[in-house]
């Protein structure tokens, strides 16, 4: 193997994932370090893989749909099919978003109306003067 590789605990560590998470990556067939004894040695293509998969995790893409854009990736083109591919699961992703912040920004008006009518009613009850008839 040419060129720099990385340790499992070198990605781990700069990446902010667990060992497990890149044991997972390797599991999934994902990533395919080299080994030397027990240990994994990963190239900087593995390391750009996992890069890129956390990228898409970060923004809510599945493993599943990581994997289809970063295998559609094609030095020898102009790589534009999967371009316009990411870009409609952006949009979409970004979409279903913004519907669930404005179902968030929707509840929370709801539920800071319920508060305040329980403030309210909190506060216009008066103490009791009298104390009840045992009877």
Known sequence: MTGKTHTISELAQEFGVTTRTIRFYEEKGLVSPMRDGQKRLYSNSDRVRIKLILRGKRIGMTLQECVDFIDMYDPEHNNAEQLRSLIENVKRRRDSLLQQKRDIDDMLAGLDEVQGL??????????????????
């Open 118 to 135: 329980c403030e309210e009613s909190l506060a216009s009850d008066k103490p009791r003067t009298t104390t009840p008839n045992p009877d």
